[in-house]
């Protein structure tokens, strides 16, 4: 009775939820138009149909499509039969899919978690397998899949603690669609145990996907040349990932080190904010370029803001120090992963429950440092400048870092391979 009740409460709630998600679709239009491209798709209806057999894996939107680089590359090569399908939420992550795998793969907008959307879905591509990056738990969907026959893996699956107590409010809905997965496969040995707590029945670790994704050449290289054309003489600072309230926090901090010929590179996480972040510099009075200009770095430029797509190693590869946002201010972190496999000295603030294990283990084996505020930031960023050598020790730590932790990928196409057997 239970569960009948809460399909017909979470029915209801997609129901009155129905006018909220297409205003909030056009809300987000104003800053990023193609959200007003593929609306069928997010209803079910798809004009791309496969002619093999389907291998499908979800991805959010860029940072779970950049994370799946090394399983879609295993699955290429392992399932050369088989027709890769990709599924975002966001237009970021569709145009990340396509600016990494181009033809390689299909890629559609998964769609919104209606009875109705999700079993065209799966009638329409018929996968033979289905995976869902991270922590995505949408009831109906997994249903559908279950129902048809389809098995479905919850890959690089993490939960924080505070999302295990908002999951665990919807209680035996949550714990039914759990349990109809056909594998869980977490990144430690703590998501795992919260995931089973929620009603998980078949969960390993194979820890965690991003740490197998190997920085793209192209983007190393792009690195060496930023770094050549800034020359040697200069600091690099980058801010990366930075969240709302985070650029105003690194300003307050650079103030603090006072060091002139510093230049930051500021990459906000969301595309919509650059517009956001310039208005910040401009009103501060901080001199500025923007790197989707293509114009050499003045000398006099403060400021270098990272309005570009997919170069996130890039500025890693030609930074002296990196901080990682999402940290600064409680959103819960974002990957340091990415800068720790080239070599960069990391610092984060006190926030960083969305990678908890992560965090902990890269501050404990010297590859990043932890700053509790602004004037934390300062202080420790003021210090690895000065100090070259323990810019060094940190980054071979980071290297080391991020070698020890790989084969993720191997550990989960073992898993894979036993269901499409």
Not at 165 to 184: Q, T
Not at 198 to 203: F, K, P, W
């Amino acid at each position: 009775m239970k569960l009948l009740l809460s399909w017909l409460i979470y029915a209801l709630l997609l129901v009155l939820a129905l006018p909220y998600t297409m205003l909030h679709l056009l809300w987000r239009a104003r800053r990023q138009p193609a959200y007003l491209q593929h609306w069928g798709e997010r209803f079910g209806f798809y004009p791309k149909r496969a002619t093999q057999p389907v291998i499908w894996l979800h991805a959010v939107s860029v940072g779970e499509t950049r994370a799946a680089v090394p399983l879609v590359q295993a699955l290429l090569s392992r399932y050369p039969g088989h027709r890769i399908l990709l599924t975002h939420t966001t237009p970021t992550g569709r145009a990340t899919s396509e600016s990494l795998f181009g033809e390689r793969v299909l890629r559609v907008y998964l769609p919104y978690d209606y009875s109705f959307a999700v079993r065209r879905f799966v009638r329409h591509f018929q996968p033979a397998i289905g995976m869902l990056m991270e922590t995505e738990i949408w009831p109906n969907l997994i249903a559908a899949c279950h129902a048809s026959g389809t098995p479905v893996l919850l890959v690089n699956a993490r939960l924080s603690a505070r999302s295990a107590r908002r999951y665990g409010w919807l209680g035996v809905l949550v714990r039914n669609s759990m349990g109809k997965l056909a594998a869980v496969v977490a990144q430690t040995r703590a998501d795992a145990d919260r995931l089973s707590q929620l009603g998980a029945l078949h969960v390993e670790v194979a820890g965690n996907l991003k740490f197998d994704c190997e920085p793209p050449h192209a983007q190393i290289q792009a690195g060496v040349r930023l770094r050549a054309q800034l020359g040697s003489a200069r600091p690099v600072f980058v801010a990366a990932s930075t969240r709302e309230g985070e650029e105003a926090l690194v300003l307050d901090a650079l103030e603090r080190v006072a060091q002139p010929d510093l230049l930051t590179v500021i990459v906000p996480r969301h595309p919509q904010r650059f517009d956001e972040v310039v208005a910040l510099l401009e009103r501060r009075g901080i001199v500025y370029q923007r790197r989707s200009a293509g114009r050499p770095v003045a000398a006099q430029t403060a400021v270098l803001l990272g309005d570009s797509m997919g170069e996130l190693f890039a500025y890693y590869r030609a930074a002296d120090v990196a901080f990682v946002g999402g940290s600064l201010l409680p959103f819960g972190g974002q990957n340091l992963i990415e800068a720790a496999a080239v070599g960069c000295p990391v610092l984060i603030g006190p926030h960083t429950w969305n990678f908890a294990e992560v965090a902990r283990q890269a501050v404990a084996s010297g590859a990043a440092k932890r700053v509790e505020d602004a004037a934390g930031l300062a202080r420790e960023l003021k210090g690895l400048l000065d100090d070259s050598s323990r810019r060094r020790q940190m980054s071979e730590a980071a290297l080391a870092f991020s070698r020890a932790h790989r084969g993720t990928v191997q550990r989960l196409m073992q898993i894979i391979d036993q269901f499409m057997d």
